[in-house]
């Protein structure tokens, strides 16, 4: 009756079975994460008796430059977002040419030409759109 | 012939819509003259002395439920159609001769309402019949909460909440009924074809636990709508909002559709429960005459004192139909009829009286008879028709429905009896306080006018007429009620069921013309 | 590799695709000529032609796209009523503040998109395509009801949306992950049969998907205790859009609820059968109570719509051919019944301040009888009363009911009507009777739709065509279906026969 004295297994089982790798790789990240964050401690730098705006620098994680904690004030421009989201909508929607392309040569087909017509049109349609309103100019 | 009754009202209420607002209301006047002459056309056609449904039309409504367009008249409805049409002509012509705010929805909403109520009484198929007493209250509704009065002071209430409080009572039973009805036709199918017919469900008799419970969802529809004992609370509020051309055909139809119902649906379809819950009914019918009379005798609203006293006659006519021998239906058939030609009238006075002396109290009233004899000469018969007066087709109905009382239970007829004393010291003290004693100071007193005459005049002569030939209702309603008590007893012994028959059946027993069927 | 080209039944897909290209000549014609005003004409040409591309196809059910998709009497029968109402939004949405707010062609582009997610869902025979017409249905109706971008009961109620129907859509999805976890298939006679086949009857993974896929069902179609959205969402949405989610995605989130039960797990039915009668019935009783006090129409009509979707429901608990006819002659009803009140009070919102609380139909009765009779015939026909399509309709579920041994779910039924009574009626009478206290003209209300943005728009607007006929028309049908039901018992009962027959 219930899965989890289902003894022969037939439906719990295969189904830790495919999560298997997923648990090997959850495993594995944090080991190798864990490890490397010790070793920083174990090897890096000890903090100097005396701190100065320097060596409080020193100790933070380095990012490229830029403050680890920005200010309070700091803003973005809304215009930034907007790019943003509007890359990631093009961007995702072009990985779905991908199938289309593996297997373009191999299908030989005016139906498979026709369906990435389509959907280059409708993307076509969004692009037009987002242009015409404007939403690719910096302002 | 059923269909062009059912119709007509609706059909001149519509055309109504287009006439200028002067003339509609005797637009409403003519619509229904011509149902009361159909249905008097209808009603001399009738063949006396059979049980069979009469000018039936039975067409397939909606098919895919089960639900047929089937209309007849048979001895049971013949009566009640009949009064519908009568008191709506008395009722309109009323409303005709006044001013009426709006006139044309007025009038549009009366004709509505005639035909929805006819459409409850002509109905042979039970899912049209919910229908129409359904719809019945729409046109009601209106009426009642647009055109009634707000009452201020104690215990006052606006005319809207009133209504809403009516509505909210009747529909209460009706959808519990919209049910139980549904549940009558998908168990008598059984899995078969669907059919809503009442004849064809008179066939198809229901299991008795099923029966218990539909019956009593039926017999709450019926008896807010009377209203019983208990179940009355909105009729008070709902009679003092009611405008009173309205409120002459409802007093004088609307509830008569209840106790129609019981002898229409109830005891032919539920037999087993009836005999079962025979006794409770009959308790309640006792109450209700008792509460009715006492509460009649304590009002001094003249409209309230209208109102209880219908109680009381409806206590009557349900005691009557559920003593379940041939004569108490027969009576309650006759008696429905004759209140409902008692208590229009009454309202037409008592619109008078409010015309002449400007409130509805008794106590504020009085020697009205000195300047007005005709006034108070038809107001007298009326009276006396109320406390069924020998003489009177009042005392031959409530002598019928004591007398099939007294063969089933005899207990509950002595205490019936008491009802009947009791009505005429309300009736009585009414047409005292009204018409006889002092006249304060104020007052007019005014002969009754020509145009009310016209109105008042042919309900009093109904009631002269029924009450010198009362055979002409009992003779055409007998062969129906026979047939519709008999299916209630048949599962009684043959002895005691003679012992419960009529004496004319009795002699056609021995004469070998009736048998009975074990 | 091996391609073998799908077999693809372009009249089946063709609905769907009129409606894509619509939402994409309506979004192009705002951008190319945003000074011409044809996104409600190009609008109501793409759904006209998917109507009768669906109409074409009736009576001749077919699976499409490798039995994603299953086009039969149902699926049409329901995208014609979401279709219907889409096109009386249209109409009740010129001159609207919304649109010119939000751009007339997004509007309506964003309309079509729901309408498309509708016409999805009412033919999803799949997980994946169950849950994707799901939120096309969803996402341009979080954004509709933001349209109102100056008023900020608009954007809370988008957002509200948006925050609640999320929660629904991922209840939804955790619910089919059980589902597919158990079967391991996604289609819904796959589901059926790996239940079957794995012996997972009554197995609690099953039930817990079960549990959840209802929940999140639950959520989209209002249904208590998971309404509480209802009301908020209903009253902040701009009008035209409140009434098209009103009738529409419940209608076609009860052809999903009646296919994915039906068809997935019809094998289960003692299990959740119970439980959806018992969600019908405290429906029925919360909906009623709760639009009882309430003065705002809308919310209202929101509350009145939970109690509504309890009497629907109960046309999916029983599993029946007449539960499904009735419960989509019902939805049918409803559309019509719900349409003529809606439309009344996008018209007496433009012309009074009161917005959409109850006074701004006081005296309706004398001052604009056009509109008063409309929402009378729309208010009584809520209420199940005689000669209008909702008493039939109540009449045919309570007959599904009772044949379904499901009577005492009939007796709720009647009670919650009774219920209903005293607040469809409270309408009635203010528009009919004298009112109870005199509020002094002018004097501007503190509640129910009264922000400062409720001003009158167009002092005229009660009589103008675009107000005043879809209100007749809706009332009108209304009308003759409650004495000539015959035509629309037998567009139900095709439906019904295409899910049992």
Redesign the interface.
Known sequence: MSVYNSVDGHLFLPVLKTYLPILVFAFLGLTVGGIFAMLNHLLGPKKPARETAASRRQGEPYESGIPVEPTKGLRFGVTFYLIAMLFILFDIEVIFLYPIGVILKDADSVFVLGEMITFVVLLLVAFVYVWRKGALDWR | MSSAILWAPLAFGLLGLFLPQKAVGWWAVLGTAVTLGLAIVAAVGFDTGSSAMQYAVDEPWISGLGVDYSLGIDGLNLFLILLTAVLWVGGVAFAAFREQERAKSFFFLMLVAETATLGAFLAQDLLLFVLFFDLMLVPFYFLFGAWGHDRSGEGGITASAATLKMIVYTLIGSLLMLVAAIATAVLAADGGHLTFSLAALNEHGLGEGSQRWIFWFFAAAFLVKMPAFMLHGWMPDAYRAAPLPALIVFSGVLAKVGAYGFLRVVLPLFPDATVEFQEVILMIALASILYGSVMAFTQTNVRLIAGYSSVAQLGFITAGIFALQADGSDGAVLQMVNHGLVVAPLFVVVALLLERTGTEDISEMGGLALRAPVLAALFLIVVLATLAMPGSANFIGEFYILNGLFEAKIVFAFVAISGVAMSAYYALRLYQQTMHNRKPEGLLSREIGLRDGLILVPLVLCIVGLALYPQVVLERTAPSVAQTVAKVRQNEPPESRLASMSLEEKAEVESGALKIVP | ???N?PHLDYAGISPLIAL?VGI?VV??SA??KPTKRWAPGLTTIALAATAGLLIWQWDDPKTLITGALRLDDLAISISLISILTAGFCVVLSLRERATEEAGSGEYHSLLLGSVLGMVLLAQATNLVSFFVALETLSIPLYILCATNLRREGSLESGLKYLIVGSIGSATLLYGMAFLY??TGATNFAGIADGIAR?G?D????ILIGIAMAAVGLAFKTSIAPFHQWTPDVYQGAPTPITAFMAVATKAAAFAVFLRFFDVALGSQLDDWQPALAALAAISIVVGNVGALGQDSLKRMLGYSGVAQAGYMLGGVVVLSESGT?SLVFYLAAYAFMNLAAFAVIVGRERETIFGDDIRAVRGL??ERPLLAWPLTISM?ALA????TAG??G???L??AL??GDY?WL??F???G??IS??YY??V??AM???P?TEVASGARPVIAGASPEADPVDPDAGSRWYIVGPALLAAAVTVFFGII??PL??FA?HAGAALFG
């Open positions: 590799m091996n391609f080209e894509t994409c979004l192009l951008v190319f976890g158990g794995n997972l009554g197995d609690p993974l006819s009765g004398t009584l199940g009363l005689p000669a008493f039939i109540k009449l045919y309570i007959e009772v044949e009577t009939a007796v039924i009647a009670i009507t009774m009574l005293a009626l409270r009635v009478a009919w009777m004298r109870e039901p015959q018992v037998e009962s």
